[in-house]
T-cell receptor
Framework: EVHLVESGGGLVKPGESLRLSCAAS????????MNWVRQAPGKGLEWVSS??????????TDAVKGRFTVSRDNAENSLYLQMDSLRAEDTAIYYC????????FGSGYYDYWGQGTLVTVSS | EIVLTQSPATLSLSPGERATLSCRAS??????LAWYQQKPGQAPRLLVY???NRATAIPARFSGGGSGTDFTLTISSLEPEDFAVYYC?????????FGGGTKVEIK
């Protein structure tokens, strides 16, 4: 059974950093592109970042470009999101999600999601 | 950026009724659209991808249709567990975008 478990969220002040992790199990992790998607409290879904299975292609939404870095360790079946210079508007639940029908550039649909980790940025 | 506009924002229906949700794109998606269901406190669940393909283990009462810029998700007969928020998502171009959601509530 596919499992995605996020960790690393918490309460931080504006300008601080956090590193989110997503532990994957139940599938061959290095065969799949992965994404991060976030959801602000009471709001809709927002794509954050994509990474291909071999880490050769990474994409970011404009709102986080230059501040967030996505990476993965296929040997450890783990996905990461390094979040620097955090802002109040980054407050959200962050989900890792597996890509179904990847196109080789990290884009696709999300067939499995973790339960999310809450990041709160507040002074 | 491709903007996805979902309508209506809220749909008030009774169990057993038919629900029709709409998602309109600001440019052609060529069928590259998915639908998700999200219940309170839960992660989204994939229902339909490539506009009309049901995802694994999704009941047949859920069906997707449309192409180009206009897409629909139909729930043929609402079950109690179907009352939730539904989102559409496109993968046609970067950035990947979601619609604002339609809440299906019990009338």
């Amino acid at each position: 059974e596919v499992h995605l478990v996020e960790s690393g969220g918490g309460l931080v002040k504006p300008g601080e950093s956090l590193r989110l992790s997503c532990a994957a199990s139940g599938f061959t992790f290095n065969n799949y592109d992965m994404n991060w998607v976030r959801q602000a409290p009471g709001k809709g879904l927002e794509w954050v970042s994509s990474i291909t299975s071999k880490s050769d292609y990474k994409m970011y939404t404009d709102a986080v470009k230059g501040r967030f870095t996505v990476s993965r360790d296929n040997a450890e079946n783990s996905l990461y999101l390094q979040m620097d210079s955090l802002r109040a508007e980054d407050t959200a639940i962050y989900y890792c999600a597996r890509i179904l029908l990847g196109n080789g550039f990290g884009s696709g649909y999300y067939d499995y999601w973790g339960q999310g980790t809450l990041v709160t940025v507040s002074s | 950026e491709i903007v996805l506009t979902q309508s209506p924002a809220t749909l008030s229906l009774s169990p057993g009724e038919r629900a029709t949700l709409s998602c309109r794109a600001s440019q052609s998606l060529r069928g590259s659209l998915a639908w998700y269901q999200q219940k309170p406190g839960q992660a989204p669940r994939l229902l339909v991808y490539d506009a009309s393909n049901r995802a694994t283990a999704i009941p047949a009462r859920f069906s997707g249709g449309g192409s180009g810029t206009d897409f629909t998700l139909t729930i043929s007969s609402l079950e109690p567990e179907d009352f939730a928020v539904y989102y559409c998502q496109q993968r046609s171009d970067w950035p990947l975008t979601f619609g604002g959601g339609t809440k299906v509530e019990i009338k």
